[in-house]
């Protein structure tokens, strides 16, 4: 039985809705016995429920009609509900179906169908739709798969919806990344900056790079090395913004750096770097920490290989993670600018 559909079923049995007498049974592991969803009985521990569409399955598992209710003799389900209940079936299988084809499978109208079906859900069938996709969605990332894998898996069929949400919090907007950046404009420019040289690049979605260096060659080497499928140019007006932002933030002259960024990442990468906006201008966290705020204190190497695949630098604090013992550790862009970073940082939130 599909979650959203045993939820339902669920909320039919807590209310002991009569409506659903005859659209299914319910069986308690305990007992052993099977009821109507409107058996007076008292309610049985979830974890020991299991629904049937049909009585003769429940039978067919060594379950027994409760004397009570009687779960054979309901002559016939409300056709109504029996609908509603086919048409949530429905959908578990196929949850691109459209409100038409929907309605079709179960032979109503969409306009009666969408009717009756919130009448008796008590939500649309789009949005019964979302939270079957949201379910998948969440079993597919929790198996550990990237966040654009686990969007197709859920039956989002294009990059809207469930990613842009859980990207926007970090200023992502979706992108479907092609190998090596294949089809990606890219536009950089390369400023000196207290920390060296400085590179910053942008695809029309966002920031999709920021790497410190000591020469301007090695920086845009890396940035082909990083994306050799993608028509990168230099071009420095149309940087402007961007750059400006960033260098004020780096002198201090802005404490907060909010750039609509481009990136390939998966769900866990997500997670670590919208926990890493969040440190405040001037303070730092362990990576123990982080984990711990992630939920799973055993994620530290994790948190850690998040941090240090930052491609981003600034925009996504990352020097602001160290050691638990107060150690550094290390920089994707050398420990020396980090130090100065950090001690910079610490210096301007107390002068204010
Ligand atoms: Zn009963």
Known sequence: MKRMESEVYWKAVTERDVRFDGSFVFAVATTGIFCRPSCAARRPNRAN????????????????????CRPKSVDEADPTVA????ACRELEDFPEATLEQLAACVNLSAFHLQRIFKQIIGVSPKKYMEAIRMERFKDEVRGGSDVVTAMYEAGFGSSRGLYEKAAENLGMTPAVYQKGGKGMQINFAVVDCELGKMLVARTNRGICSVTFGDDTESLQHDLVAEFPNAEIAEDAEHLKNSITAISDYLAGKQKRLMLPLDLQATAFQLRVWEMLRKIPYGETRSYSEIAESLGDKKKVRAVARACATNKVALVIP???VIASDGKLSGYRWGITRKERLLAKEKNDSTEN
């Open 49 to 68: 429920v299991r629904f049937f569409a049909e009585y003769a399955e429940a039978e067919a598992c060594g379950y027994r009609s409760c004397k009570r």
């Open 83 to 86: 609908a509603v209940v086919q």
């Open 318 to 320: 990352c020097h602001r």
